[in-house]
């Protein structure tokens, strides 16, 4: 078996040490970080703000900048143009065309004005609009602004009944919340500009939504039974007024014909009046001139006979009587 006296021992030489070459490494290496640390960009969505010695100085706009060395100035990058959201009442665990989601049902169980509990999800829409009241007036501002908005909402929830939220009253909670909401981060300097406040579900709890979806499903059918008697009467109702206001003014023309003609036959035999008693035999034979103009016409046969007259035997001819 070989010993360790039949592996020699390589003979390991240290360079000389040069104080001078790691001085200038070292000062070569300064100054690389210092000018590193000096440039910076801010993206077209964003605002630098910077810091010297921990202290606000100043912001700087989009593009390529400069400052002093780190730790002298330092930038903090915020996205003023980007618009940021919170979500209440879910998480979204993976963003996609089936995106997937994870409840917190903490945040969502809420109590409303009649004593009940509705589960709310929403999203708070929000973007930074003064950087420097987002980063210095208020510790932890997103915790902070989410601390804000469960207040609110719970607020403005615990003024509804639960038929209200779950109904009919979702796009005015959520106008009401956006307005409390933006005075109460005015109020508390945040900085921040609230976009918008969007009920994302809002359902009964578990336990009584079979129940809640039954009591709804019978107000929605009471609901499309009201409106089709509400068809019904627009679409007959109407119909009748109509007839009866057709009625009435045929009834009104025909009143109106009747007494026009009354009127007309009355000046009509008053003038005649008044002509018999100028002329009484010239108005007695035309009146019977006119009568006998209008009746001849009309008869097929005439047969005229005169009192005065001999010596003449009539005679009727039987067989005109058959022709048809």
């Not at 999203?123 to 602004?145: I, K, S």
């Not at 109407?238 to 009834?251: D, H, I, N, S, Y």
Request: with cysteine; aromatic share 8%.
């Amino acid at each position: 078996m070989p010993s360790r006296d039949d592996f020699p021992v390589p003979n390991f030489e240290l360079p000389d040490f040069n104080p001078r070459a790691v001085g200038l490494s070292f000062l070569v290496f300064v100054v690389v970080a210092a000018l590193w640390s000096s440039v910076f960009t801010v993206e077209p969505e964003e605002v630098g703000v910077v810091l010297t010695f921990g202290e606000y100085s100043h912001e700087a706009g989009p593009g390529l900048r400069l400052k002093l060395p780190y730790p002298i100035q330092q930038v903090i990058k915020v996205p003023v143009q980007r618009q940021l959201k919170e979500e209440f009442g879910f998480r979204t665990q993976q963003a996609a065309v089936r995106s997937q989601f994870r409840r917190s049902d903490d945040e969502a169980q809420m109590l409303t004005g009649d004593l009940n509990v509705a589960v709310v999800e929403w999203t708070t829409q929000f973007r930074v609009a003064d950087p420097y009241r987002y980063l210095f007036r208020v510790r932890n501002v997103r915790e902070t602004f989410r601390d804000m908005n469960e207040a609110v909402i719970r607020a403005v929830v615990g003024d509804r009944s639960v038929t209200e939220v779950l109904t009919i009253g979702r796009q005015e909670i959520a106008s009401e919340v956006e307005v409390r909401l933006q005075d109460l981060c005015d109020q508390y300097e945040t900085g921040i500009k609230i976009e918008q406040v969007v009920l994302q579900d809002v359902n009964p709890p578990d336990a009584v939504k079979p129940s809640f979806n039954e009591v709804n499903q019978a107000q929605q059918e009471r609901e499309r039974l009201i409106n089709e008697a509400r068809s019904a009467f627009n679409k007959i109702i109407p119909r009748a007024r109509g007839e009866a206001l057709q009625a009435v003014q045929e009834a009104e023309g025909y009143a109106t014909d009747r007494v026009n003609r009354a009127q007309g036959d009355a000046s009509r035999f008053n003038a005649l009046l008044d002509a018999y008693r100028e002329a009484p035999e010239v108005t007695r034979r035309r009146i019977y001139l006119e009568a006998m103009q209008s009746i001849l016409p009309r008869v097929k046969r005439t047969i005229i006979l005169d009192e005065d007259l001999e010596g003449l035997v009539p005679l009727l001819s039987l067989d005109e009587e058959k022709r048809p």
